[in-house]
């Protein structure tokens, strides 16, 4: 199992560029999630999805956009690339939407896309 | 509103000592509590675990302790090794989770 798969590594844009970063999971897992980290900051919840073809907005979903066609893949979408969404993002997935009581399913991240925009 | 806080950005630790990670939080709602482990380049990696129906959960070197009445939660780790060198989040979990902000753990040899 190659669990959560993020691509690209590295990305650099220039201002107003557009780009999808991708994410595919292997684990059959319904939940997926899109977070950034900025420097000293938690990981913040752009967005998620709760299986094909639900999508739902997180903490910062400002210019980004979702899709999930598929239980596998969750890509997301920068439409007009700007300075603020320089940060590294994580995809995740997990088997649960709460890692509450009664429930052992940890996020399993992605190794991040680094992405510079200038 | 930051609802989890880590109020150290940073702590060193000698192998073989005992590291001690700190976080607060404002909700008294929120049932679970959770660390993850950050290397560099890669994702985090889900570390260890609480419920709020206990006060410490033990798994070999690591364990969380939960003062509700506080609403402080810490991770020790006994004995520190230079393998937990890493960023150290920790997380609780209502509807979906909050992150603090981590804690970078340098253990030296």
């Known amino acids: 199992n190659a669990g959560v798969t993020q691509t690209p590594k590295f990305r650099i844009l220039k201002i107003g560029q557009s780009m999808t970063l991708q994410c595919a999971q292997d684990m059959n897992h319904n939940y997926m999630y899109w977070y950034r980290q900025d420097p000293g900051m938690g990981l913040k919840l752009i967005y998620y999805?709760?299986?094909?073809?639900?999508?739902d907005k997180g903490e910062v979903p400002n210019g980004y956009n979702v899709s999930r066609s598929t239980t596998e893949d969750f890509p997301l979408r920068l439409e007009l690339a700007a300075p603020s969404q320089t940060s590294v993002y994580f995809c995740?997935?997990?088997?649960?939407?709460?890692?509450?009581?009664?429930?052992?399913?940890?996020?399993?991240f992605g190794n991040g896309t680094r992405l510079t925009v200038t | 509103d930051q609802q989890v806080k880590q109020n150290s950005p940073s702590l060193s630790v000698q192998e073989g000592r005992i590291s001690i990670l700190n976080c607060d939080y404002t909700n008294s709602m929120f049932d679970y509590f959770l660390w993850y482990k950050k290397y560099p380049a890669e994702g985090p990696t889900f570390l260890i675990s609480i419920s709020s129906i206990k006060d410490k959960n033990e798994d070999g070197r690591f364990t969380v302790f939960l003062n509700k009445s506080a609403k402080h939660l810490s991770l020790h780790i006994v004995p520190s090794q230079p393998g937990d060198s890493a960023v150290y989040f920790c997380a609780t979990s209502g509807s979906r989770l909050t992150f603090g902000e981590g804690t970078q753990l340098t253990v030296n040899p």
């Open positions: 999805s709760v299986g094909a073809g639900i999508t």
């Open positions: 995740a997935s997990s088997y649960s939407p709460r890692t509450g009581v009664g429930y052992n399913s940890p996020l399993h």
